[in-house]
């Protein structure tokens, strides 16, 4: 297999580095002053600063190094995925295409893997998909994903040359929850960030992964995810990572919001666009999704975390 990761950001760094582990790798970064320095330093100071690139990674922002592997994985933010495929999209015919990303589309309303089904129908699509900070792939530490592939065969290939000594993928043929439940977790994280950033408490943080986590089910059966790949890794598992840790960018954005705090705006926060998609994913298929509404409303400013948290609570009572 001739692997790529493109996007040089932590994630696709911290991959790069771990499936280093296995044989060569491409890391290929879009901007060519980014990869130059990237390969000078032999480590992505910007980015994952700490951890130095094995002599086995080619850092690269020449296309024509990507589109050479047979196997890409697309740590490329899920806003800009679309884009970037419908540009690219004849040199990657027949390839393996593997989303890394997490979140849905604000303009189509797709995840990542049908972003790549829109695009380049021909590729044979996965998810990488769970609970995963890039500096723990990076630093070899114990981490176990979910690998979704409609196609058994394919996924099965994908989980034996994608695995590493630290890397563990558990396959999965259900696509769609593991796109959903990566998407979802992230703004339930910024949820919980706005929580504790505006003093709410412990107590009212474990309310919101609770309650989240049953909107992450509502809106993947609706959307015709199984119920049970939204309690694993690609769900739950992502879901109990984000929301208590301050590693998870989008649970610091939370905090930002929560605290009145300024927020490095050169960070990729996911869940902020995604908080806006499902909020119209909800509309469109006549869903209840509280939390995922005021988090796109906290997220564009339109209210402040006191209205969101009365807006919540006074909401009629209900059977849990």
């Given at each position: 297999m001739k692997l790529a990761v493109a996007g040089a950001g932590a994630f696709g760094t911290g991959l790069a580095i771990s499936l280093a582990a296995n044989g060569p790798v491409t890391l290929w970064a879009r901007d060519a002053d980014a990869a130059a320095e990237i390969s000078?330093?032999?480590?992505n100071v910007q980015r994952?600063?700490?951890h130095p690139l094995p002599e086995n990674i080619n850092v690269t922002s020449n296309l024509a190094a990507l589109i050479d592997a047979d196997t890409i994985l697309l740590a490329i933010p899920a806003q800009k995925l679309g884009e970037w495929l419908k540009v690219n999209a004849d040199h990657f015919a027949?390839?393996?295409?593997?989303?890394?990303c997490k979140g849905i589309d604000q303009s189509t309303l797709r995840g990542p893997v049908a972003q790549i089904e829109a695009h380049v129908p021909s590729a044979i699509c996965a998810m990488l998909t769970g609970p995963s900070f890039a500096a723990d792939i990076a630093n070899h530490l114990p981490t176990a994903l979910t690998l979704a592939c409609n196609d058994v065969d394919e996924g099965a290939y994908l989980q034996a040359c994608l695995s590493t000594p630290t890397l563990r993928l558990y396959l999965s043929q259900d696509v769609i929850g593991a796109e959903l439940g990566g998407a979802l977790k992230n703004v339930i994280a910024i949820a919980c960030g706005v929580c504790m950033g505006a003093g709410f408490g412990e107590s009212a943080r474990a309310a919101v992964i609770t309650r989240g986590f049953a909107e992450m089910r509502r809106i993947g059966t609706a959307l015709g995810a199984d119920p049970e790949t939204l309690t694993g890794l690609s769900g739950f598992g992502d879901l109990a990572l984000t929301c208590t840790s301050d590693g998870s960018r989008n649970y610091r954005f939370g905090l930002s919001i929560g605290s009145a705090q300024d927020f490095d705006t050169a960070t990729t926060v996911e869940g902020a666009a995604t908080a806006v998609s499902v909020s119209n994913l909800a509309q469109k298929?006549?869903?209840?999704?509280?939390?995922c509404r005021v988090v796109a409303d906290l997220a564009s400013g339109k209210i402040d975390p006191e209205t969101a948290l009365a807006t919540l609570l006074a909401r009629p009572l209900r059977k849990e």
């Open positions: 000078k330093a032999r480590e994952l600063p700490g027949d390839k393996r295409l593997v989303a890394c298929h006549d869903l209840d999704l509280p939390i």
